[in-house]
């Protein structure tokens, strides 16, 4: 009897051990991944390691890193701290994955171009843009349609725009994020108030809605000005109401 507790305890220590040294090569060699989604460079172990480069939908980013945290398993949940070498692109944050599908993400940074998040977008008007999308949530927890709990920032900094009205640098756009009812919303303002944007937007399931004001300051280019006539005609007090609302791209 003893002899068989003891090769049972060997042969569960074997398998931890084997466990903890499982190559993330060999793991990501087998997983399928997402269409858009590439790795290259791969080191370490599935508890701790690096890539070389992570490709998403047109976004790269470089020596993204990732340290696991064993213990919390004991709990069901698959708790990990990412980090990414800063560039063009950054992500870096505390990732947690459930049993059963929960996604919690605490203190994330994510920065990159913005061109390719918006290159399959229809826009209001059919526009080029640069800069760069800066995210610091400070907490989200996944729910239904979207979110059980946000809260955080999101900013489009170095903001430009070219259309058939002419380039536009809009300097920086802020927009707080939130939860509400399992939608996301946010408020959105620009710094320094070249646009004057007064918004509100919710995005609730495949939808999203945005409403507010908008008015261009008295410095703006002649071109700008004329360009927020495709939202209507100004009140009284020079703002012009905006409102659009639509379906995310497939």
Same mark, same amino acid.
């Given at each position: 009897?003893r002899i068989i507790k003891w090769t049972l305890a060997g042969l ?38 690096? @890539? ?6 047109? $976004? ?19 708790? !990990? ?11 870096? &944050?505390? /990732? ?20 390719? !998040?918006?290159?399959?977008?229809? $826009?209001? =008007? *059919? ?7 800066? @995210?610091? /949530? ?9 979110? +059980? ?19 536009? #640098? ?5 927009? #707080?994020?939130?939860?509400d009812q399992g939608a996301i919303t946010a408020v959105v303002r ?5 646009? &004057?944007? +007064? /918004?509100?937007?919710? !995005? ?7 409403? &507010? ?7 703006? *280019? ?12 100004? &009140? ?5 109401? =905006? ?8």
């Open positions: 009897m569960l220590f074997f398998l931890v051990a084997l466990a903890w040294q499982l190559p993330a090569a060999l793991v990501l060699s087998q997983a399928p991944l997402p269409p858009g989604v590439a790795v290259s460079g791969v080191q370490g172990t599935i508890w701790q390691g690096q @890539v070389a480069q992570l490709s998403v939908q047109g $976004l790269h980013f470089e020596q993204l890193r990732w340290q696991t945290r064993p213990w919390a398993l004991l709990t069901g949940q698959l708790s !990990l701290h990412l980090s990414s070498r800063p560039g063009v692109s950054q992500l870096g &944050g505390d /990732l947690a994955l459930g049993l059963g599908g929960d996604i919690a993400l605490d203190n994330l940074v994510l920065k990159v171009p913005v061109a390719p !998040l918006v290159a399959d977008m229809r $826009l209001p =008007v *059919p526009s080029q843009v640069s800069g760069q999308l800066s @995210v610091a /949530l400070a907490q989200y927890r996944k729910g239904a349609p979207w979110c +059980e709990a946000l809260s955080g920032k999101a900013q489009w900094l170095d903001a430009a725009v070219t259309n058939n009205f002419g380039d536009f #640098d809009l300097g920086r756009i802020d927009a #707080d994020l939130a939860c620009d710094t320094p108030p070249r646009l &004057g944007l +007064e /918004l509100e937007a919710r !995005l609730e399931g495949e939808n999203y809605q945005v409403r &507010g004001f908008a008015r261009p300051a008295d410095d703006q *280019p002649k071109a700008l000005k004329d360009a927020f006539a495709f939202f209507g005609k100004a &009140g009284s007090d020079g703002r012009y109401p =905006v409102q659009f609302q639509g379906r995310l791209p497939r």
